[in-house]
């Protein structure tokens, strides 16, 4: 009974029916060309980072370490004349008729004097004449150029720019001076090398060439005479001396500094 009648004093509160809510439609927003929408792909392969120059993080070889700290302290410090006129070197295009010139005299290949060895043997043991050697061709190798130097046979010589260490050739411009020779500083030994068929060479030269070629030839001589043998400059300008681009701002910002204070002074003196 007593629970009968809490139930009827009591109200029982219902939960709402649940009714559907009209949503209102919202217009689409167009895509911005300027911005365009770039969504992310979570998933494996997705969302890679973008390429970036890593090579300052390198660790390089400690050749190639050496040989960039080289090009900086060339730079900083100063360097003597003997040293700093192996930076002179010759034009891209003068480079390039000195080198079709030397094209035509390149010596011949280790098989291919191994063969004219073979046929002149064969011509020799047949009776007949040997084929004929070459007249004119480029010589190499730091003692035998040196020999023809000194002899005054080479009439022209090339030296490479980047031989190491530098002390093996620092000495030849001076040479050729002394004996009137003919000479030019070239970018580099690779090229050199691959000119006699070898990976690089410091030096190579040439004693004559073929009689439709000598214009040509006295053409280069005087280009050489003129640029390197009779070129006072090189015997007298120091090279390096370049601060870094840091130290050159610092200097600049205290010259800039001090300029400001002597402005300040002279003003307040009323000058």
């Known amino acids: ?5 809490y139930f009827c004093s009591t109200t029982i509160n219902m939960a709402p029916k649940k009714t559907k809510e009209v949503k209102k439609s919202t217009p689409a927003k167009k ?30 070889p400690k050749y190639v370490r050496i040989q960039r ?3 900086v302290l060339y730079q900083r410090l100063k360097v003597p004349p003997a040293v700093n006129q192996f930076t002179k070197t010759l034009g891209k295009n003068e480079a390039m008729t000195v080198f079709s ?11 291919a004097k191994k063969q ?3 046929e002149a043997a064969a011509a020799a043991a047949s009776g007949g004449s040997a084929p004929a050697k070459a007249a004119n061709q480029v010589k190499f190798g730091l003692k035998h150029v040196t020999t023809l130097i000194e002899e005054k046979k080479a009439q022209l010589v090339l030296i490479a720019c980047d031989v190491d260490p530098i002390e093996l050739v620092m000495w030849v411009p001076a040479l050729c001076r002394k004996m009137d020779v003919p000479f030019m500083i070239v970018k580099d030994k690779a090229r050199l090398g691959a000119l ?9 030269a040439l004693t004559g060439v073929d009689k439709e070629d000598s214009k040509q ?23 390096g001396g ?14 800039k500094a001090m300029a400001i204070e002597e402005a300040k002074k002279k003003a307040s003196l009323g000058l």
């Open 1 to 5: 009974y007593f629970l009968y009648s």
């Open 31 to 60: 895509a911005d060309p300027l911005f365009p929408a770039r969504p992310r792909a979570t998933g494996i392969g997705g969302a890679i980072r973008p390429i970036k120059d890593l090579s300052r993080f390198v660790r390089w």
């Open 69 to 71: 700290q080289r090009a």
């Open 101 to 111: 010139l030397l094209n035509k005299y390149r010596p011949l290949t280790a098989a």
């Open 116 to 118: 004219r060895v073979k």
């Open 196 to 204: 006699v068929h070898q990976k690089t060479a410091a030096v190579v």
């Open 217 to 239: 030839l006295d053409l280069l001589k005087e280009l050489a005479l003129e640029k390197y043998n009779n070129n006072k400059d090189l015997l007298r300008k120091w090279g």
């Open 242 to 255: 370049i601060m870094g681009l840091k130290t050159q701002a610092k200097l600049d910002k205290r010259a």
